[in-house]
């Protein structure tokens, strides 16, 4: 395969991620932001609700669509795990010095700490967590 072939297979695979995690994200947004705004959960049981009801979305689209099925489902969901777990732990970190420091609104705070977790992910997510076994 040419070295522009790889490129362009690589940058497919990243804007297949991009659709992918847009998906997920705007559900996470979406679920968090709701319950949060309505009152119905606090604002870290809010986050959590919307990554529990994201996580299933994510991992479905990368394993069937960002990276086809390159490792076996069970190895793939569990370092899918895995990597989603340390994107929320940094997720939340984030949230919570957000507001904690007051530097922006709840509601605020918690759309960037969505958002800037994806990087990391789709590279975890590339580089080990779909990779195919070798033989």
């Not at 991620?17 to 870290?44: D, K, R, Y």
């Not at 990554?51 to 099925?69: D, E, N, V």
């Not at 190895?75 to 957000?98: D, E, T």
Request: aromatic fraction near 12%; proline fraction near 4%; charge should be positive.
């Amino acid at each position: 395969m040419t070295s522009a072939r790889k490129s362009l297979n690589e940058f497919l695979r990243a804007l297949r991620f991009a659709i992918v995690g847009l998906c997920a994200t705007l559900i996470h947004l979406a679920v968090a932001q709701g319950l949060f705004a309505m009152g119905v959960l606090s604002l870290p049981m809010a986050n959590l609700a919307g990554f529990a009801l994201a996580f299933p979305a994510g991992f479905l689209g990368h394993y069937f669509l960002t990276f086809s099925r390159a490792a076996p489902i069970r190895q793939a969901f569990c370092r899918y795990g895995v990597i989603a777990m340390i994107g929320f732990l940094v997720n939340n970190i984030v949230l919570f010095s957000l507001v904690a420091n007051g530097l922006l609104g709840e509601k605020v705070a918690l759309a960037i700490a969505i958002i800037v977790i994806p990087m990391g992910t789709f590279l975890a997510s590339r580089f080990w967590g779909f990779l195919a076994p070798t033989p």
